[in-house]
């Protein structure tokens, strides 16, 4: 016992007034960065493909991200400071999203590679000629070779996805042909093939 002994006084006057224990007053507490959130972000290939914006609520706090033109599926973005607050005066933490590129069931994509199919009328496939076809950065017209065979494959180079974070280089875009056999021909029609047929049997 300090006090019995004497000791108390003794502490008392090197110490200023003794012991006492330490509390958080004592010692101010440190400045913490927030902490890092992450999310899920969906995005269509559209999107992925020409680059887009959207808004998160996020602490009930709107933020624009900005999806960059070919990002890819399971990639992450960092939003640098949209994370939890920091405490004293500390800087936020960051928001890492994960992204989804909703499949398209136009096209396969591999890494910057758009691979589809296109529907070509018989006559075109057999004299040459253009089909228009719907891609991700709109229409355009496609030449078709004469007497291109069904199954075959097309590349149409540079027309594939963006190439993330390189300006103007995109990969390519492979169409498979597809040929179309007309349906409700009439008797004109018939006898045309049948002539055709004819000419062809006796070449």
Known sequence: DFESSGFSDFFEQIFGGG?????ESDFPRASRKGRDYEGKLTVSMKDAYLGSETVISVDDEKIKIKIPAGVADGQVL???GKGGKGSR??????????????????????????????????????????????????????????????????????????????????GDLYLKIIIEIPLGLTDEERELFRKLASLRSSS
């Open 78 to 80: 960092r939003v640098k």
């Open 89 to 170: 005066g500390a800087e936020s933490g960051n928001l890492f999203l994960h992204v989804n590129v909703a499949p398209d069931p136009r096209y396969e994509r591999k890494e910057n590679d758009l691979y589809t199919e296109i529907k070509v009328p018989v006559y075109i496939a057999i004299l040459g000629g253009h089909v228009e076809i719907d891609s991700l950065k709109g229409n355009y017209t496609v030449t078709i070779p004469k007497e291109t065979q069904n199954g075959k494959v097309l590349r149409m180079k540079g027309h594939g996805m963006p190439v993330y974070n390189q300006k103007n280089k995109f």
């Open 19 to 23: 012991f006492r224990s330490s509390n």
